[in-house]
């Protein structure tokens, strides 16, 4: 008999937050210097030196904890994780163990049953450890190098409750995720730089059972397809195992990316094996009921409650609030373009169609091209007022998009202008009705479908500029004359 097994998935998300200097001292926090560049004796530990908290990384941290509807412990503190690696001069991590800064959160993410809640177990703060570089792999590598630039840097360690039953819910929620993140501008979510890094926690149980199959862990997942891909392994992986009758180990597992499997890195640590204890050298944080409320009170509308509103008052279809709702700077630019253009859908379909088209194209995120509200909103005026056509529309905005020239500018400077002098069209009409008597004859006979290959003709004739519905019908009532 085949047994069915349910799934069960955990993440934790490490994310770098957007301080311009370390958690506990003021080197810089810039990516790319030079290996080493960005130290001193407090992030290379040496002996004497004492740690100050980084206040922005503290505030930052609450946000992200209220906007995913954490609880918030007013009297927290630090502790240290003891372990030795090569990049981490210590010998351990300043970091939050039994009183982290907020608990209890959900981040809502969209499955094909509708909305679902993930419990978030705990969001707290600590340093960043170093980074190790081999020649090579590490398996094979003769030598290793390590940049301490990455020490110190301050992070939000996020743990989710084990609620996702499929890799697919996985990727939802790490896409929410970053993007509520995103929206509270405390992180750049650059997985490539590894501002954004995730771990996951993989079991399986029987369908029916209450009690927790055997956890694996899985990490070095670079992208969230990676994480989806190496998820959907592991779990196939556990079944087999489980089919086979053998038994599950609590394990590390790295995702390799190559062989498209995760391959055995060691056995799993638990809490008991960092020895935590508080970190003698800090203070505890104290959090008050006023800083909470600013905070409060100060979040920006974040992307699920935004696409609502989209729908809700812009009467924008689900998909449109969701792609323009998807960037903050995309939605910005809609919400910034109907605030001078009162057409919402004519304005979404020009974003989602020729603006991400040539964003995808030049590799730029909607903050670094040349459109802007008040232009966008200009050239759709001249749509509207029969100044130009939608196909030379998309000529202009794409040399809006490329220069940053204003419309009205283009129009003049390439002699766009619409065609919609009826005589001028005429003339052009019955030339190409005498070079196309065959399809002339047969729209007489009552088929009108050749009326838009004839459309076409007009408007290759003048480079675009006819007026396409002036056109139409000016065809029509020149056939009928024959």
């Known amino acids: 008999m085949t047994t069915n097994y349910e799934i069960i998935i955990g993440l934790e998300v490490h994310l770098q937050l957007n301080t311009e200097s370390k958690l506990f001292c003021g080197c810089s926090t810039k990516f790319g210097e030079e290996p080493n560049a960005n130290t001193c004796p407090v992030c290379l530990g040496m002996p004497g030196t004492l740690p100050v908290i980084n206040e922005r990384a503290v505030e930052y941290a609450l946000m992200a904890c209220r906007a995913t509807d954490c609880k918030i ?15 981490l001069p210590k010998g351990y991590q300043i970091s939050q163990f039994d009183l982290p800064i907020g608990f209890d959160g959900a981040v809502t993410i969209e499955t094909e049953d509708g909305y679902k809640d993930i419990g978030l177990t705990r969001i707290h703060l600590e340093e ?14 003769d030598h290793s190098l390590v940049d301490f630039n990455r020490g110190g840097v301050p992070l939000i360690e996020i743990v989710s409750e084990p609620d996702l039953r499929t890799p697919a819910e996985a990727k939802a929620y790490l896409d929410a995720l970053k993007q509520i993140m995103l929206y509270l501008g405390i992180s750049d979510c650059n997985m490539e730089e590894g501002s954004l890094r995730c771990d996951a926690n993989v079991s399986i149980r029987p369908e029916g059972q209450e009690e927790f199959g055997v956890k694996v862990e899985v990490k070095n997942m670079n992208s969230f397809k990676a994480v989806e891909n190496a998820l959907s392994y592991e779990v196939e992986r556990q079944k087999k195992m489980l089919e086979n009758g053998d038994v599950i180990s609590q394990e590390t597992r790295s995702w390799d990316d190559t062989s498209n499997k995760t391959v055995l890195m060691r056995g799993k640590e638990e809490a008991d094996d960092y020895r935590y204890f508080p970190e003698p050298d800090l203070m505890p944080l104290e959090i008050s009921d006023q800083w909470i409320k600013e905070t409060d009170d100060n979040l920006p509308e974040l992307p699920l409650a935004k696409k609502e509103r989209f729908i809700e008052d812009y009467e924008l279809p689900e998909y449109d609030a969701e792609v323009l709702t998807d960037d903050f ?13 009162s057409n919402p859908k004519e304005v979404s379909n020009w974003l989602m169609g020729e603006f991400l088209k040539l964003l995808n194209e030049e590799g730029i995120s909607p903050d670094e091209s040349n459109i802007t509200g008040n232009n966008l909103a200009s050239l759709l005026k001249l749509i509207d007022d029969g100044t130009i056509s939608s196909k030379i529309a998309k000529d202009v905005f794409e040399e809006m998009f490329n220069t940053g020239k204003e419309p009205e500018a283009i129009v003049e400077e390439k002699g766009l202008t619409q065609i919609s002098d009826e005589d001028k069209l005429v003339e052009i009409i019955n030339n190409i009705l005498d070079e196309n008597q065959d399809v002339v004859e047969e729209i007489q006979s009552g088929n009108e479908r050749p009326v ?20 139409n019908k000016l065809i029509r009532e020149e056939v009928a004359k024959r």
């Open 329 to 341: 700077k995309l939605a910005n630019l809609f919400e910034e373009t109907v605030g001078n253009y």
């Open 128 to 141: 960043d450890a170093g980074k190790l570089i081999h020649a090579g792999s590490v398996a094979d590598s």
């Open 73 to 87: 412990n007013q009297y927290n503190k630090f502790d240290r994780k003891n372990y030795y690696y090569p990049d």
């Open 452 to 471: 838009g290959f004839l459309v076409g003709q007009v408007m290759k004739e003048t480079r675009g500029k006819a007026n396409p519905q002036l056109a």
